[in-house]
């Protein structure tokens, strides 16, 4: 058990490019959920899958942004034409996905995205 | 949706003197209440979590926190800080669901212990 693991842990751009994170959670687990950190704020929910499938989208995910779970394993979060409003920590974290009392989020250390 | 209220942005407290954190929750419904901490660099770990029975909490580290129903609020307290618990604390709450828990974090509570 090696963690959740994030990459790359810092990303800067320029305004318009694209960029794609990486997200490795921790094995057998099943979910693997996206979070979004401002300063001065708490994780907000983007987006979440049960192995492959993405059950749950937040409207805070615009259009721009997209994540994919291809096999259950490792999760990429890409955001098309960054904007300025687009820098934060992103956050990954993985459960085993057990409902109830079970469900417990196990973090990785995020990827801190800076536009330009 | 739930929302989470954490009260003090930042708290600062000296070396082994006690700590409350406040949280407080808005549901209609049944949840499950968590502290999660953020050492700096690092990344989220649960510290505690509330899912039923006795409204009191131990967590790692010696953090406790009470469950109150009727107050909503699930306060994080210790009652000898080092200077290691200097982190960020997130209330957490999530829904009973069978379909699957989306968890909500307040907006964080800065700790600085002084020595």
């Known amino acids: 058990d090696t963690g959740v693991s994030q990459n790359p842990r810092h990303k800067i751009t320029k305004r318009g490019q694209n960029v794609t994170f990486r997200c490795d959670p921790i094995s057998e687990h099943n979910r693997l959920y996206w979070y979004r950190q401002t300063l001065g704020q708490g994780p907000e929910f983007l987006t979440y899958f049960q192995n492959e499938a993405q059950l749950e989208k937040s409207r805070l995910l615009s259009d721009r942004f997209s994540a994919e779970r291809p096999k259950g394993s490792f999760s990429t979060l890409e955001i098309q034409r960054t904007e300025q409003g687009d820098s934060a920590m992103y956050l990954c974290a993985s459960s085993l996905g057990a409902t109830g009392p079970n469900e417990k989020l196990f973090f990785g250390s995020g990827t801190q995205l800076s536009v330009l | ?115």
């Open chain 2, 1 to 115: 949706a739930q929302s989470v209220t954490q009260l003090d942005s930042q708290v600062p407290v000296f070396e082994e003197a006690p700590v409350e954190l406040r949280c407080n929750y808005s549901s209609s419904v049944s949840v499950y209440l968590f502290w999660y901490v953020q050492y700096p660099n690092q990344g989220l770990q649960l510290l505690l979590k509330y899912l039923s029975g006795s409204t009191l909490v131990k967590g790692i580290n010696g953090f406790e926190a009470e469950f109150n129903k009727s107050q909503t609020s699930f306060h994080l307290r210790k009652p000898s800080v080092h200077i290691s618990d200097t982190a960020e604390y997130f209330c957490a709450v999530s829904d009973r669901s069978p379909t699957g828990n989306q968890f909500y974090f307040g907006t964080g509570t800065s700790l600085t212990v002084i020595p």
